[in-house]
Each structure stands twice: as structure tokens, then as C-alpha cells.
């Protein structure tokens, strides 16, 4: 399996409720980014946290990062519509400039919020 | 704002034609992505640049070659296109801050059809 795994590969929820999506990985990490695509569109990114760091909030958004089990998750409160989007997690691995330069991206969880 | 903009949106050839994809940015990054984006494969890198004229190989490279001649631009070059090169593209550039992989920004993505 790839590095950056999101887990679920699909949520559905109504308006109101809250959406949890998972992330792993396996090796050591400098930061772990969390992305939102709608559909047909580019990738925005929505929050970094750093290895050394355990939670970060922005807005309704809330991520955890437990670096002994490699995991990360994205908390979306109170959701909405506008919502709807995949969600990626890419991890920075680090590395030299020239070769580590570059982060790795999961597969994405779809979410549907329903009004 | 940090602006990634990409020559096209929609792309529409015929198998061994020569495509070139343009991407620019607007904000002095170092650093300039490119990717390809298929259903149940993620994000996957073809070609990074770290600096102008300075490349790397991504994840999949193999029927792809890249240019960045000027800092703001970096340009795929599929000399010869084929059918399983279908997909959507996406350009992204970020800031090395000397130790870290920054956020990175993704232009809009260009959907090329190969026929």
C-alpha cells in the first residue's frame, strides 16, 4: 500500500454532522498536509501540521497527528453543503533539497454532505 | 493570492501527437510540480523542479518530459501521446523554506483526452 492511505474511501452525512476521515503512513514524516478537491478542480490546501506537533485547528477544521502510530486525522464540524469534496493527505518525507523535495499523496476520501 | 495557472483546461489529440502542458506561477516558488490525477489512483508525481533548469523524476515519469527554462514556468512535454496518457493533469508549485516542504498550490488542472 501506498504511503498516505485515507480511510474511508467514502463518507456520506447529512448537513449539521461531523466528518472524520483517517490517514496512515509509513515512513517518519517532516509535516503531513491535509488538501480539498471539488470536483473537476485543483487541489487547495487546508491545513500543515509538523512532526512535532499533536493537534491544529482552523475554523471547523481539526487535525491530529499521532507520529508513533503514523496516523493523522481531519475532524470538519457542524458540516455543510459546501463541503462536498474529496480530501487528501500528502506527507512530507524530507530529505536533501534536490531528492526529498516533494510530498506523497493519498488516495483521497470522497464526502457527500446531503442537505 | 497565490496564483498556478494552466495553458488549458480541456485538451483533445490524437495518439502520437506531440502535447505540451504550460503551467506558471506567480509567486517566486522555487519549487514546481507536476502530476497526474486518474479514479482509484490519486495523485501520482510525474516530474518535479527545484530550481530553473533543474529536474527530477517523480513516480511516473516514463513517457514524459519536463522544461523550466524560466523560474515562473514549467512546462510537460508528452512527445508522443498515447491512449493511457488520458487523464487529468495538475500543475503545483511551493516555497522551500531550507528545511521543510511547504504548502504547495495547484492550478485548475488541465483534462486531456488522447484519441
Known amino acids: 500500500s501506498q504511503q498516505g492511505e485515507e480511510d474511508p474511501q467514502a463518507l456520506s452525512i447529512q448537513e449539521g454532522e461531523n466528518a472524520t476521515m483517517n490517514c496512515s503512513y509509513k515512513t517518519s514524516i517532516n509535516n503531513l498536509q491535509w488538501y480539498r478537491q471539488n470536483s473537476g478542480r485543483g487541489l487547495v490546501h487546508l491545513i500543515l501540521?509538523?512532526?512535532?506537533?499533536r493537534e491544529k485547528h482552523s475554523g471547523r477544521l481539526r487535525v491530529t497527528l499521532d507520529t508513533s502510530k503514523k496516523s493523522s486525522s481531519l475532524l470538519i464540524t457542524a458540516s455543510r453543503a459546501a463541503d462536498t469534496a474529496s480530501y487528501f493527505c500528502?506527507?512530507?518525507?524530507?530529505?536533501?533539497?534536490?531528492?526529498?523535495?516533494?510530498?506523497?499523496f493519498g488516495g483521497g476520501t470522497r464526502v457527500l454532505v446531503k442537505p | 493570492d497565490v496564483k498556478v495557472t494552466q495553458s488549458s483546461r480541456y485538451l483533445v489529440k490524437r495518439t502520437g501527437e506531440k502535447v505540451f502542458l504550460e503551467c506558471v506561477q506567480d509567486?517566486?516558488?522555487?519549487?514546481m510540480f507536476w502530476y497526474r490525477q486518474d479514479p482509484g489512483l490519486g495523485l501520482r508525481l510525474i516530474y518535479f523542479?527545484?530550481?530553473?533548469?533543474?529536474?527530477e523524476k517523480g513516480d511516473i515519469p516514463e513517457g514524459y518530459s519536463v522544461s523550466r527554462e524560466k523560474k515562473e514556468r514549467f512546462s510537460l512535454i508528452l512527445e508522443s501521446a498515447s491512449t493511457n496518457q488520458t487523464s487529468m493533469y495538475l500543475c503545483a508549485s511551493s516555497f522551500w523554506n531550507g528545511l521543510y516542504q511547504e504548502t504547495q498550490y495547484f492550478g485548475p488542472g488541465t483534462r486531456l483526452l488522447v484519441l
Open positions: 509567486m517566486d516558488h522555487e519549487n
Open positions: 501540521i509538523r512532526s512535532n506537533e
Open positions: 500528502a506527507t512530507d518525507q524530507g530529505g536533501i533539497k534536490a531528492a526529498g523535495n516533494k510530498l506523497t
Open positions: 523542479s527545484y530550481d530553473v533548469k533543474m529536474k
